[in-house]
């Protein structure tokens, strides 16, 4: 398998090592043994019922009160009610898996990197986190992220590329989760504006109609050494909000707090925490989401300013 470990630039996807069946991650996934804190598997389950907030009650004292524990303790929970269809999640899912069976071939042809060696990383598109230094570690997992909002910016060039039904899906239903999330988004910020006993649109207001939203999907092969490597690095998301959908029911997703790592579904509303993903020898895992900002796409417009 040497030659996956050539350049860090031109490296196939972790789908095609796990595809391959390399026995041993390749050295550039492998965390430093002091980033492992012993036994990275060995996350604690939750230690107290996940918090679940019913977003149809969000007007009620009670419940607003929920959503105040639960941001102030953990920085996520699970919504009920959240005015987003099974059916629809289901076929986000079903697509995004569409999407990840095909041919490397056809995946390349939305490459994060437009050309081809990594220099010009592109928030849209099919790939990896943007590669910025030798050392770095990657991540055991493969993305594919579009940009949803605002409308009129939606880059259908990209999107003609993928499979009919994976296209026909974003064309049909991508106006219908951004308006929906928009919506969850917009009446979290209300709570929390009444929480904070301010003006309830203290902080809608504050978004700029060019906000952007993102969905992601990420997808997780299996890993021979979920020992030895991350799905995705600690990080906290940035932006105002993600919206985290099902994924088959494959944990791996895992908070912090006070410098313990908890397992957590994978449903849920995200506003601050730290979190990251482990592996499966197993099992791969699909997992979708949508990133809520509140200003634009920060690589649109600083390649606006420069051209
Ligand atoms: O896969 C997951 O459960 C979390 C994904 C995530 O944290 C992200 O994409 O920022
Ligand atoms: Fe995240």
């Not at 492998?30 to 939750?46: I, K, S």
């Not at 995004?96 to 994060?112: D, G, I, T, V």
């Not at 999330?181 to 003006?199: C, G, P, W, Y």
């Not at 020992?227 to 944990?251: A, E, K, R, Y």
Request: with cysteine; charged share 25%.
């Amino acid at each position: 398998m040497a030659a996956f470990d050539e350049s860090p630039m031109v490296r196939p996807t972790v789908q095609e090592l796990a595809a391959a069946g390399v026995e041993e991650p390749p050295r550039q996934y492998v965390l430093p043994e002091q980033d492992r804190h012993g036994d990275l598997l060995a996350a604690d389950e939750f230690p107290e019922p996940i918090p679940l907030v019913d977003l149809s009650r969000l007007t009620d004292a009670d419940e607003a009160e929920r959503l105040r524990a639960a941001l102030q303790t953990w920085g996520f929970f699970l919504a009920t009610n959240h005015g987003i269809e099974e059916s629809l999640m289901d076929a986000m899912m079903s697509v995004s898996r569409e999407f990840f069976r095909q041919p490397a071939e056809e995946k390349q042809k939305c490459s994060n990197l437009a050309d081809g060696n990594g220099k010009d990383y592109q928030v849209e598109g099919y790939g990896s986190d943007k590669v910025v230094s030798e050392d770095q570690v990657l991540n055991w997992s493969d993305r594919l992220q579009l940009e949803v909002d605002p409308e009129d910016e939606r880059n259908l060039a990209k999107w003609r590329r993928h499979p009919e039904s994976f296209r026909v899906f974003l064309q049909g239903c991508a106006q219908e989760y951004a308006s929906r999330t928009k919506k969850i988004r917009d009446l979290v910020l209300r709570s929390i504006a009444k929480l904070l006993e301010i003006e309830e649109d203290y902080f809608v207001n504050q978004i700029s109609n060019k906000a952007s939203g993102f969905a992601r999907f990420n997808y997780y092969p299996p890993c021979p050494r979920p020992d030895l490597v991350l799905g995705l690095m600690p990080h906290s998301d940035s932006g105002l909000l993600t919206i985290l959908f099902n994924n088959d029911n494959v944990g791996g997703l895992q908070v912090q707090r006070d410098g313990r790592w908890y397992n957590i579904m994978n449903i849920g509303i995200f506003t601050s925490p730290v979190h990251r993903v482990v592996t499966n020898i197993e099992k791969d895992r699909l997992l979708g989401c949508v990133l809520r900002r509140g200003c634009g796409n920060y690589a649109r417009a600083s390649a606006r300013f420069a051209g």
